[in-house]
Every structure is written in structure tokens, then in C-alpha cells.
């Protein structure tokens, strides 16, 4: 072998060798990327991992939260009460007071005693205040130029006489202005077209100067007491 023929095999082998090393660092340099870009993928799947764990233990512990004050909001809501059974005849007697007095409607009451009005008995009625005699004396109003009940009975010489209950006002004080039935203002107010019945029930004219209610309440302890030693009297006498 000539000198040139070896030197050209000794170029051959070392490009030879060259060569196996540049493939060899190209082939290592894409492993390692490859292995970075898996440990990234790796990485990136353990975070979603332990952040959905983490979601998912809150969301159970606030359903569990959520639970636990809703039992307690319930356990604190009042106890509903068992309906007592109803009897057949006290169901059957308030359907005839429901048909009687239907909704809405007051029932008019009935007096106590025989010496007041039809409505009231004297010592249900109530006081005048000064307030309510101011409007109920006015032009239309409910006591407008009526006088005491029992002065319009008495003798035109009786000086005492109140022929117009606004004269009351005249009176100094807050109190002697007199009593009245509460059903009269009421019918007063009812229409007669549309309420025609229920206005004839509830309409009174009773107002009493406090000297004519303190006579009738007088006479009425006078006829007590009369009653009351008819009672007690023997058998026979």
C-alpha cells in the first residue's frame, strides 16, 4: 500500500468517527428535550390532580356546612300544632253563626239592661269626649241639632233642658259632656240604599246629658234594690 492510500483510509475513518459522534449528540439532545417536555406534561397533570382533590374536599365540606345549618334553621322553626278534633255539633253551630253574620259584617250587639237603648244597657254606654262632640254636631253630622233623649220628654219650662246637644260644649272641663250609644255614629255612616236593613239595625239616636244618665242610674238602683227585697221576702207574707 502506498503512502497515499493509507493516508486517504486514516481521512476516511476519523470523518467516519466525526460523523458517529454528531449523530450520537443530536440523538442525546433530542432525548433530553423529550424527557423535559414529559416531565412538564407530568407536572402540569399533578397540579390539576391535587387542585380538583382540593376542590372537591371543600365542595364536600360545604355541602355538608350547607346541611347542617339547614337542619338547624328547620329544628328551629315552631312546631306545628295537632288541630284538636271538632265535635259534629259545635262544627254544625259555627256554620249557622257563619251563615248568621257573614264575613266582614259586625254583629250588633244586644243591650245588658233594659235602661239604656236597644243596643246597650246604661252603663255600656260610653263617655262623650270633646273631640268626637265637635264632629258629630257639625251640618250633617250625626248629632246635628238633636237634643238630650231624655230632656226632649221634659216640661218647656224646665230651664235644665238640653234641646241641642252642641250647647254641651259650653260646658268648661274635659268631663259632664254626657254618654251616648256607639251604634248611632255607625248606622249614621250606612248608606241607606245599599245597607237598608243593616242600617235600621245598627242607627240609634240615645245621647244623655250627664244629668239625665246620673237620674237613669239612679232609678236603676232603685229598681235592683226593689227586686232584691222581693226576692228575700217569705213565702206567704
Known amino acids: 500500500m502506498t503512502q497515499e492510500e493509507a493516508r486517504e483510509k486514516r481521512e476516511a475513518a476519523k ?10 449528540g443530536k440523538l442525546t439532545q433530542h432525548a433530553v428535550a423529550s424527557e423535559v417536555q414529559a416531565n412538564k406534561a407530568l407536572e402540569t397533570i ?15 365540606k360545604k355541602g355538608k356546612a350547607d ?16 288541630a284538636e278534633p271538632v265535635l259534629p255539633m259545635i262544627q254544625k253551630k259555627r256554620r249557622k253563626e257563619s251563615e248568621k253574620n257573614p264575613q266582614g259584617e259586625r254583629k ?6 233594659k235602661h ?11 263617655p262623650m269626649d270633646r273631640k268626637y262632640l265637635q264632629a258629630f254636631v257639625k251640618v250633617g253630622g250625626w248629632l ?25 260644649l259650653e260646658l268648661k272641663g274635659r268631663g259632664g259632656l254626657g254618654y251616648y250609644c256607639n251604634c248611632g255614629p ?21 245621647i244623655l246629658c250627664s ?13 235592683t234594690t226593689r227586686r232584691s227585697r222581693r226576692q228575700n221576702q217569705p213565702v206567704g207574707s
Open 15 to 24: 470523518k467516519k468517527q466525526l460523523d458517529n459522534l454528531t449523530t450520537s
Open 186 to 206: 255607625n248606622g249614621h255612616k250606612m248608606s241607606e240604599a245599599d245597607e237598608p236593613g243593616r242600617k235600621q239595625e245598627w242607627s240609634c239616636n240615645l
Open 116 to 126: 239604656g237603648c236597644r243596643h246597650y244597657g246604661l252603663l255600656e254606654l260610653i
Open 67 to 82: 346541611k347542617n345549618e339547614g337542619a338547624v334553621a328547620k329544628s328551629q322553626l315552631p312546631k306545628k300544632k295537632k
Open 144 to 168: 246635628y241639632e238633636t237634643p238630650c233623649a231624655d230632656c226632649a220628654k221634659k216640661e218647656e219650662g224646665d230651664n235644665e233642658r238640653v234641646m241641642e246637644v252642641a250647647s254641651l
Open 46 to 60: 399533578r397540579k390539576k390532580t391535587v387542585k380538583n382533590l382540593y376542590q372537591g374536599g371543600n365542595d364536600e
Open 211 to 223: 244629668s239625665c244618665f246620673n237620674k237613669r242610674r239612679e232609678e236603676m238602683g232603685e229598681t
Open 108 to 113: 250588633v250587639p244586644k243591650a245588658a239592661d
